[in-house]
């Protein structure tokens, strides 16, 4: 177990940078999501801390050792590939053996290490087989195996789970995350998957085009963002953002089509902003002001009803947790709180307190 | 003519066809058989007989108490096989690298291996010859092999199966386990090869085993000549008595019948591989 501590980390290929001097801290025994739409460079950060490749500038420590110029092999990591990257060509007993042979570990020893992890994973009826011969799940967790082996310091994930099946997702987000409990070894995700990162992650890192716009807990993420983006990004589904106007003294935020929202603290400001409302905070009764809402499309789960609805010339998103039925096209009044409301300045993206 | 029919008859006319070729391919190759068994009377009957009448041994007695079949032979197999590891090495060590590691340096020296397969072995044939002669490797296998170490396909061809079977996290992933570079070689990428490298393996024994040009200007000395040289060499001394020739072709046969049927699947797939053949 150990810290991770990213300075100003920066990287370019050829002439284009990637990461624009990244820093951030992830304490002894945490679990870290790295989350951002593709492109944003989070790979990159678990592949220079795995030493895949070059650091352009910057430091990256392991516990108090800076590990810049140090090989792969000898930063003490572990990681685990979005296609597994088994060797094929040996059993998964051979497969979760390989870097304890590397360490010169004795046969006997060996065989310790892979059977007792092979238990806590469940794969220990597997260990003769090739990997060819075992499901994508089963895949993953010798992948995992072969990680948790040798224990690490540290163990890297690259989209480990984006290869299997929407059921098998969730089942393996709760034992990755069991695992972790039971291991307690600092653990560094990158996903792409923003309801893994809230859901297995103690601290998240969103990222966007190489830069770093929120570190935080996954819930504060989710209430007070800092940003439009990560506003934006963190949720499923998504925050529906439309614009609004108010002018200073008034504590009224008129939308497009005339409708207002008041709250006293809008009186404070001044200009053209953006409001930013989650999907369950549209609600069909409650405290708060009354909307007209145009409902465009209604998805039944059973459980909740997500609507696509039309509000002020912008769509809207809807996540009601009954059941609710009404035809397509028909305008509805539902209420939305002011208090649950998220502005943001429309120019540079940035949350506004109120 | 119900479906069920159609492709009846179109698979007998197939059959027909396939049996007619297979006989045509065959007629030369049992009637040379057929030649090292007959009395040089009824080797000028015509029309030839297919069976010889009166079948004799005394064709291969004489060709092997005669001439040194057996040694020619004997060279012909070392070589075939030292060229055969030279080129299986070198294609595997120098396909990884070309496959693996884009360096602009190395993108340069692949583009060099491709360019030497453009160049014909007759153009450089007789430079080569001098420099052989000038290192005293003249009727030496050593000089017999220079030509032969390195194969520009093969090298192509491990690259092309590289590139397409070995991803690059795998490589890393060992890289991360501890790994040195020549143990990743060794234990993760040669083992993910051996399919491709058997391919390659005996696309080079053949190589070796049936050229010609090189050994008949490299291996002067009768002793050292290798079978195909030693059958041409044949030729011109007895041109008469072509049982002789007929029995000693039909002898070196064997080898190479016997490690087609071994490695028939490789080399099958040798060919695929190539897409062509020689």
């Given at each position: 177990?150990?810290?991770?501590?990213?300075?100003?980390?920066?990287?370019?290929?050829?002439?284009?940078?990637?990461?624009?001097?990244?820093?951030?801290?992830?304490?002894?025994?945490?679990?870290?999501?790295?989350?951002?739409?593709?492109?944003?460079?989070?790979?990159?950060?678990?592949?220079?801390?795995?030493?895949?490749?070059?650091?352009?500038?910057?430091?990256?420590?392991?516990?108090?050792?800076?590990?810049?110029?140090?090989?792969?092999?000898?930063?003490?990591?572990?990681?685990?590939?979005?296609?597994?990257?088994?060797?094929?060509?040996?059993?998964?007993?051979?497969?979760?053996?390989?870097?304890?042979?590397?360490?010169?570990?004795?046969?006997?020893?060996?065989?310790?290490?892979?059977?007792?992890?092979?238990?806590?994973?469940?794969?220990?009826?597997?260990?003769?087989?090739?990997?060819?011969?075992?499901?994508?799940?089963?895949?993953?967790?010798?992948?995992?195996?072969?990680?948790?082996?040798?224990?690490?310091?540290?163990?890297?994930?690259?989209?480990?789970?984006?290869?299997?099946?929407?059921?098998?997702?969730?089942?393996?987000?709760?034992?990755?995350?069991?695992?972790?409990?039971?291991?307690?070894?600092?653990?560094?995700?990158?996903?792409?998957?923003?309801?893994?990162?809230?859901?297995?992650?103690?601290?998240?890192?969103?990222?966007?085009?190489?830069?770093?716009?929120?570190?935080?807990?996954?819930?504060?993420?989710?209430?007070?963002?800092?940003?439009?983006?990560?506003?934006?990004?963190?949720?499923?589904?998504?925050?529906?953002?439309?614009?609004?106007?108010?002018?200073?003294?008034?504590?009224?935020?008129?939308?497009?089509?005339?409708?207002?929202?008041?709250?006293?603290?809008?009186?404070?400001?001044?200009?053209?902003?953006?409001?930013?409302?989650?999907?369950?905070?549209?609600?069909?009764?409650?405290?708060?002001?009354?909307?007209?809402?145009?409902?465009?499309?209604?998805?039944?789960?059973?459980?909740?009803?997500?609507?696509?609805?039309?509000?002020?010339?912008?769509?809207?998103?809807?996540?009601?947790?009954?059941?609710?039925?009404?035809?397509?096209?028909?305008?509805?009044?539902?209420?939305?709180?002011?208090?649950?409301?998220?502005?943001?300045?429309?120019?540079?993206?940035?949350?506004?307190?109120? | 003519m119900s479906a069920n029919a159609r492709v009846r008859r179109s698979n007998f006319l197939?059959?027909?066809?396939?049996?007619?070729?297979?006989?045509?391919?065959?007629?030369?190759?049992?009637?040379?058989?057929?030649?090292?068994?007959?009395?040089?009377?009824?080797?000028?009957?015509?029309?030839?007989?297919?069976?010889?009448?009166?079948?004799?041994?005394?064709?291969?007695?004489?060709?092997?108490?005669?001439?040194?079949?057996?040694?020619?032979?004997?060279?012909?197999?070392?070589?075939?096989?030292?060229?055969?590891?030279?080129?299986?090495?070198?294609?595997?060590?120098?396909?990884?690298?070309?496959?693996?590691?884009?360096?602009?340096?190395?993108?340069?020296?692949?583009?060099?291996?491709?360019?030497?397969?453009?160049?014909?072995?007759?153009?450089?044939?007789?430079?080569?010859?001098?420099?052989?002669?000038?290192?005293?490797?003249?009727?030496?296998?050593?000089?017999?092999?220079?030509?032969?170490?390195?194969?520009?396909?093969?090298?192509?061809?491990?690259?092309?199966?590289?590139?397409?079977?070995?991803?690059?996290?795998?490589?890393?992933?060992?890289?991360?386990?501890?790994?040195?570079?020549?143990?990743?070689?060794?234990?993760?990428?040669?083992?993910?090869?051996?399919?491709?490298?058997?391919?390659?393996?005996?696309?080079?024994?053949?190589?070796?085993?049936?050229?010609?040009?090189?050994?008949?200007?490299?291996?002067?000395?009768?002793?050292?000549?290798?079978?195909?040289?030693?059958?041409?060499?044949?030729?011109?001394?007895?041109?008469?008595?072509?049982?002789?020739?007929?029995?000693?072709?039909?002898?070196?046969?064997?080898?190479?019948?016997?490690?087609?049927?071994?490695?028939?699947?490789?080399?099958?797939?040798?060919?695929?591989?190539?897409?062509?053949?020689?």
């Amino acid at each position: 177990m150990a810290t991770v501590e990213i300075k100003k980390l920066r990287k370019s290929f050829g002439d284009v940078e990637t990461l624009h001097g990244i820093s951030f801290t992830i304490p002894e025994g945490a679990f870290v999501a790295l989350v951002g739409p593709s492109g944003c460079g989070k790979s990159t950060i678990l592949r220079l801390i795995a030493g895949l490749e070059e650091i352009t500038s910057g430091k990256i420590y392991i516990g108090d050792d800076l590990i810049n110029d140090v090989e792969p092999k000898n930063r003490n990591i572990a990681m685990v590939f979005q296609n597994y990257a088994l060797y094929p060509h040996l059993t998964v007993a051979q497969n979760m053996g390989f870097s304890l042979k590397l360490l010169k570990k004795s046969k006997a020893e060996i065989e310790r290490a892979v059977k007792h992890t092979a238990e806590i994973l469940g794969v220990d009826k597997l260990l003769h087989r090739l990997p060819k011969q075992l499901s994508g799940g089963q895949r993953q967790r010798v992948a995992m195996g072969r990680a948790i082996v040798r224990q690490p310091k540290v163990f890297l994930f690259d989209e480990p789970l984006s290869n299997l099946d929407a059921k098998l997702r969730v089942q393996m987000r709760a034992e990755l995350k069991a695992l972790h409990r039971r291991l307690a070894t600092t653990t560094v995700y990158v996903t792409h998957d923003q309801i893994e990162a809230m859901t297995m992650a103690d601290i998240v890192v969103v990222m966007r085009d190489g830069n770093l716009e929120q570190v935080g807990r996954p819930l504060d993420l989710y209430d007070t963002p800092v940003n439009q983006f990560v506003a934006g990004f963190i949720g499923s589904p998504a925050m529906s953002f439309l614009p609004a106007t108010t002018m200073a003294g008034s504590s009224e935020m008129v939308l497009s089509d005339g409708q207002t929202l008041s709250k006293p603290t809008y009186a404070a400001l001044d200009g053209r902003y953006t409001i930013g409302l989650r999907p369950e905070h549209i609600r069909l009764s409650g405290d708060g002001a009354s909307f007209k809402v145009t409902i465009e499309a209604s998805e039944q789960t059973g459980s909740e009803t997500l609507l696509l609805a039309g509000l002020a010339d912008h769509k809207v998103t809807i996540l009601l947790r009954e059941r609710f039925d009404t035809p397509i096209g028909g305008v509805h009044a539902f209420v939305i709180d002011p208090a649950a409301i998220q502005l943001f300045d429309t120019k540079t993206g940035v949350r506004i307190e109120t | 003519m119900s479906a069920n029919a159609r492709v009846r008859r179109s698979n007998f006319l197939l059959d027909v066809t396939l049996f007619v070729i297979c006989i045509l391919l065959l007629t030369p190759l049992i009637l040379l058989i057929a030649n090292g068994f007959k009395t040089p009377q009824e080797m000028l009957v015509w029309p030839p007989t297919l069976f010889p009448k009166d079948p004799t041994l005394q064709n291969f007695h004489k060709v092997f108490t005669e001439t040194p079949l057996l040694r020619w032979m004997f060279n012909s197999l070392t070589f075939a096989i030292l060229s055969t590891i030279a080129i299986v090495a070198t294609s595997a060590l120098a396909g990884y690298i070309v496959g693996k590691f884009p360096f602009r340096t190395v993108n340069v020296i692949f583009i060099l291996f491709l360019a030497t397969a453009i160049i014909p072995f007759e153009v450089y044939m007789i430079p080569l010859y001098f420099q052989v002669k000038a290192l005293g490797l003249l009727n030496s296998v050593g000089g017999l092999l220079i030509g032969y170490l390195v194969m520009s396909f093969g090298i192509f061809l491990i690259r092309q199966n590289v590139i397409a079977s070995i991803p690059d996290e795998l490589l890393e992933a060992a890289r991360i386990d501890g790994a040195g570079e020549l143990w990743i070689f060794w234990y993760v990428v040669l083992p993910l090869l051996r399919g491709p490298l058997a391919a390659l393996a005996v696309l080079a024994f053949f190589q070796a085993w049936t050229t010609f040009a090189w050994p008949i200007i490299v291996m002067t000395r009768k002793t050292s000549f290798t079978i195909e040289v030693g059958l041409a060499n044949f030729q011109s001394a007895y041109t008469i008595d072509l049982s002789l020739l007929s029995a000693a072709s039909a002898a070196v046969m064997v080898p190479s019948v016997l490690a087609f049927v071994l490695l028939r699947r490789n080399f099958v797939e040798g060919i695929a591989a190539s897409g062509m053949k020689e």
